[in-house]
């Protein structure tokens, strides 16, 4: 049970006190604040893997919880800013060395899956027209 309430505890670290910042950030029009959070969201993007995977495999592993629960705290303290230390340290310097593979992939994907929604919107198209044709077909045989 105390697990359980650590890890919601630690959700609303990690969600709802940020959530709330970020609004804050925007409704000041405080470019700096929002700039800093919108940081946080995409640390926090980049962990919600790791930290579901974490959460089946370490939950067992005594002090898994308070140990989340610490580092969630210190992502978003104001004293520590725990989620910029990791932005400019390890998210930057990847995503510079990155980006162009990434912007390439992105577009490719995006390429692709307009053109396999267009083919499977032709395919239901397809298949709507066989199935009014039969509806049909059995409505005026059935007159």
Known sequence: MLNYLQHIIS???LY????YRSYKALDSKNFTDAQEWLCYWILIGILTIPLLISNSILNWFPFYYELKLLFSLWLIFPKTKGH???FYNY???YMDKFNVKVDIYSRDISVKSKK??????QKGIEIAQVKFAEVLTKVILFI
């Open 11 to 13: 959700l609303g670290a």
């Open 16 to 19: 709802l006190y940020p959530s």
């Open 116 to 121: 396999y929604a267009e083919l499977a919107w």
């Open 84 to 86: 910029l230390t990791l």
């Open 91 to 93: 998210v930057v310097p």
